[in-house]
């Protein structure tokens, strides 16, 4: 087994920490969010069904991404947190809330990085 570096660390509890805070978020249905959801074309009813279950998405990826962050753990994290991130502008809230969201998406790319790129699709679900 491989020493995981303390910037590992770092990254694997900071990408824990947002995901589990949106995750709660989400469970709770926090309603602040609503049009976020609604600015990618969902109604406001679908996006009521929806933020509990993306919550438990989140916090599924948070777990994962502390215990066993595989790469395809990480592209989902910097996908989903760009994608996050870019819905505040797309639901008419300034811009800097979305350049204030890029460690969302950055730490998980970053330890990805760290783990190098995938390049057979096996290395997906492995960790380094």
Known sequence: MKKISTAEWILRIGIFGTFLGHG????????????????????EST????LPIIGGMDVAIAV?????PARIILIWAAIWGFMTALSRPMADQP???????WANWAAPLALLALQGFPKKFKELFKVR
């Open 24 to 43: 709660i978020f989400g469970l709770e249905g926090k309603e602040a969010w609503i049009p976020l959801v609604t600015a990618f074309g969902f109604t």
């Open 47 to 50: 996006a009521t069904t929806l």
């Open 64 to 68: 994962l991404a502390l215990l066993y």
């Open 95 to 101: 811009f800097w809330d979305f350049v204030e969201r």
